[in-house]
């Protein structure tokens, strides 16, 4: 027994459990384990949402760009064949866009790859009609150069190769018929006066700055996905009791 202790005190504290029962207050319940969850959406989840309001901007100035090339090909001279065409790829183009904003806008659980992919598609078919126009050789090529890139930032491998065969393979097919003579040049900008040698020369260099555009969006997006999950990672978590 401690110095300054008697019986008293042995059972006042054996008998305040008692009381405190009498009095109806409890001892509070043992603390349950708690689960902790990381904040905000995965890292996936997040470049998707980032993928969605992309393609939204993109897709209006792609209408915008579309009704001023209408406008310029009317002003302009060139081909009949080639204008109409033109003309057709760029409508053909902005209904299958104005479809895909309809969607991201009212049915978003809709949007998929696919679709964009299937949009994107027919504004690649309207580059290359505009390319028949202008000239394989003429700027509008580059217009392809900045497309291939925004679209290598996707999620879809399958959908980005695909994009860049059209893109691609369609002005490399452009060039090499009216280069061979199968294909009359139409062009604005004529490749008539331009040597065999420098018309290859610069269809190797139009091809692998297409490729190049592809590579870097791809390695683009894998920097971005890395650097989102790290941020995910160090995030503040919450407790969940």
């Known amino acids: 027994m401690e110095a300054g202790s008697g019986p008293g005190d ?66 302009a001279g060139g081909d009949p064949t080639a204008k109409a065409l033109v003309l057709v790829a760029l409508a053909v183009m902005a209904g299958a866009v104005s479809a895909l904003l309809w969607v991201i806008a009212t049915r978003r659980e809709r949007y998929s790859a696919t679709l964009v992919t299937t949009a994107a598609a027919t504004g690649f078919l309207a580059v290359l009609a505009a390319i028949y126009y202008w000239g394989w050789l003429s700027p509008v090529a580059a217009v392809a150069l900045f497309g291939l890139y925004f679209f290598a930032l996707g999620a879809s491998t399958t959908g980005v190769v695909v ?24 062009g604005v900008v004529p490749t008539a006066s331009i040597g065999v040698r420098d018309q290859v020369i610069s269809l190797l260099v139009i091809q692998v700055l297409y490729a190049a555009a592809v590579g870097f969006g791809r390695r683009s997006r894998r920097v971005t996905l890395d650097a989102v999950s790290y941020t995910h990672l160090t995030l503040p978590t919450k407790r969940i009791v």
């Open 163 to 186: 994009l860049w065969l059209v893109a691609a393979g369609g002005h490399a097919a452009l060039a090499g018929l009216t280069m061979a003579g199968v294909l009359a040049d139409r």
């Open 10 to 75: 042995e059972e006042a504290t054996v008998q305040a459990p008692r009381a405190r029962a009498r009095a109806g207050v409890t001892a509070a319940p043992p603390a349950r384990p708690t689960e902790v969850r990381p904040t905000g959406a995965s890292p996936r989840e997040a470049m998707a949402e980032e993928e969605i309001a992309r393609t939204r901007a993109f897709a209006r100035m792609v209408l915008a760009v579309a009704g001023l090339t209408a406008v310029g090909v009317f002003a």
